[in-house]
Nanobody, 119 residues
């Protein structure tokens, strides 16, 4: 079994910053793609940023403001969010595409962390 544990969400004023963290643990052989998605009520979950051996990719709405990074030794991915806007308010979910100890590939999701940008 593989678990993704997120931390770092909260309430911040417009223009402020937050840093999200997500650590993968469990029966892991290797972690391939890791990334962040977000969802607001009534809307589909959308990709925010992903990182893999092929590079990084960002949603147009966050380019220049958010930075994704990764510590492979710790199987941890981070999302530095700067210049936050009210429209960034959402539940943020960590995702990982993992090759488990049994050499199967599976998608895993974190439990979600709330980010609220408001005065």
């Amino acid at each position: 079994q593989v678990q993704l544990v997120e931390s770092g969400g909260g309430l911040v004023q417009p223009g402020g910053s937050l840093r999200l963290s997500c650590a993968a643990s469990g029966s892991i052989f290797s972690v391939n793609t890791m990334g962040w998605y977000r969802q607001v009520p009534g809307k589909q979950r959308e990709m925010v940023a992903i990182t893999s051996s092929g590079g990084t990719n960002y949603a147009d709405s966050v380019k220049g403001r958010f930075t994704i990074s990764r510590d492979n030794a710790k199987n941890t991915v981070y999302l530095q969010m700067n210049s936050l806007k009210p429209e960034d308010t959402a539940v943020y979910y960590c995702h990982a595409y993992v090759q488990t100890a049994t050499l199967r590939h599976n998608n895993y999701w974190g439990q979600g962390t709330q980010v609220t940008v408001s005065l």
